[in-house]
């Protein structure tokens, strides 16, 4: 399979919260993370092309136990159904520099882990 990620990512299991247009609150479990986007699990379809207001629970980097709720837009890119859970590729935008630079930061952590 040839990948088609611009981006590296990093596996991870961090809940999300999904604000749906019916004003619930859909929580998933992202699955893998990038600079512009994530994999997610959830129990209810999203709209592929669709963009929902979104919470991510980040980890601090130096003290785990630290959640960042980070917010930002998820643009839906495509979603499966697999093993009765919907699998949902999603575009990040909108999230501030700071929470962009926590990314990064897990990102270069994984890296040194792996090295």
Request: charged share 25%; hydrophobic share 40%.
């Amino acid at each position: 399979m040839v990948e088609q990620r611009r981006n590296p990512r990093i596996w991870v299991s961090w809940r999300c919260g999904i604000r749906l247009p019916d004003g619930r609150l859909l929580l998933c479990r992202a699955q893998n993370i990038s600079i512009e986007g994530l994999a997610l699990i959830s129990d209810e379809v999203l709209h592929k092309g669709r963009s929902y207001p979104m919470m991510i629970e980040i980890p601090g980097i130096n003290d785990p136990r630290t959640i960042h709720r980070v917010s930002c837009t998820g643009e839906i890119r495509h979603v499966i159904l697999s093993e009765g859970a919907y699998r949902a590729g999603i575009q990040l935008t909108a999230m501030s520099e700071l929470h962009t630079e926590l990314v990064r930061a897990w990102m270069a952590k994984a890296d040194k882990q792996i090295a």
